[in-house]
């Protein structure tokens, strides 16, 4: 069973090279990106994954502060911060 994947990053380049490695990857699926917290919010909602990959300065709302939010959710979600 592969690792779930969500990456939230403002950079559509860093997003388009994390799905590139994660495609590499037979271990691991990508299900989902969002340029910013706001939206990543209701995507991980709908499907939550097992790994978010996660920027820190974003706009809108910055990585760490979006970080609390999922962790006070009551489902923590183990994060890695890419920054």
């Known amino acids: 069973m592969a690792v779930k994947v969500f990456v939230v990053d ?11 490695i994660l ?6 699926e990508l299900i989902g990106s969002a340029p910013n917290p706001l939206l990543a919010m209701e995507a991980i909602r709908k499907n939550p994954p097992d790994v ?8 809108g709302m910055d990585g760490l502060t979006f970080l609390r939010q999922i962790m ?12």
Do not use: F, K, N, Y
């Open 10 to 20: 403002d950079s559509a380049v860093v997003r388009q090279a994390l799905a590139h």
């Open 23 to 28: 495609a590499g990857s037979p271990d691991m």
């Open 52 to 59: 978010l990959l996660l920027d820190i300065e974003m706009p």
């Open 72 to 83: 006070a959710g009551g489902t923590p979600i183990p994060t890695v911060i890419c920054s």
